[in-house]
């Protein structure tokens, strides 16, 4: 079982609603990420939160917004998507952002926009 | 301006026979190496990580050659089960984002 658990596992939303995904690790890792993976391509940063502090954002449109309430969660925030959201939404963590540091990641939320 | 290069397959290998896998990459200031394996509709895995002096996980060695910034990953005796995508993923500190680079992947398809 993985050590990053993301929850629901499966979304399907409307291009009105808003919705979150959840993600938790009790690892103590101090990192943790956003990745969105499209079928075939590899995953592509989203966010990355450093010690509870976004540290990174890739430029992401703000109908996506992270939340870090504490060391072990971190929330993905979802108003108004397009269907070219429709994709794999994985969180991952880290020790740190450090360079040896491999990553946990959860097993994904399969997202449906519709 | 590709980064992390791999061959993305399909490699169809028979079950039993050795299948290397190549990575290339662009920056020569990369810190670290990773194998990540994923399967279909799973999240990616760390397999290993991979060091120059190269590494051996049971049937699974890595290396990596600095000088010509290329890893490999062997993958003796398959199994029905390695069959899945294989990411070469390259950590740099001072890139962008939080420095990781994920490859395409190579699709591994073992065939009994």
């Known amino acids: 079982d993985t050590e990053v658990t993301q929850t629901p596992k499966h979304l399907v939303m409307g291009m009105t609603n808003k919705k979150s995904l959840k993600c938790e690790q009790h690892m103590g890792h101090r990192a943790m990420y956003w990745y969105k993976q499209k079928a075939k391509k590899p995953p592509e940063l989203m966010f990355v939160?450093?010690?509870?502090?976004?540290?990174i954002n890739e430029s992401v449109p703000s109908r996506f917004s992270p939340e870090c309430p504490n060391s072990s969660l971190l929330n993905l925030h979802l108003h108004a998507l397009q269907p070219e959201d429709s994709a794999l939404y994985l969180c991952?963590?880290?020790?740190?952002?450090?360079?040896?540091?491999?990553?946990?990641f959860g097993s994904g939320t399969r997202l449906t926009v519709v | 301006r590709k980064e992390v290069e791999q061959d993305p397959g399909p490699f169809n290998v028979p079950e039993g026979a050795t299948v290397a896998f190549n990575c290339t990459y662009s920056n020569s200031a990369s810190q670290s190496f990773f194998w990540y394996r994923q399967d279909c509709r799973k999240e990616p895995k760390l397999l290993m990580s991979?060091?120059?002096s190269g590494n051996e996980d049971g049937r699974f060695t890595a290396q990596l050659n600095r000088a010509s910034q290329y890893i490999s990953l062997l993958i003796r005796d398959s199994k029905l089960s390695d069959s899945a995508t294989y990411l070469c993923v390259v950590f740099y500190s001072g890139g962008g984002a939080d420095g990781l680079t994920f490859g395409k992947g190579t699709h591994l398809i073992i065939q009994p």
């Open positions: 991952a963590s880290s020790q740190d952002t450090g360079r040896n540091y491999g990553y946990t």
């Open positions: 991979v060091y120059s």
């Open positions: 939160y450093s010690y509870e502090k976004l540290s």
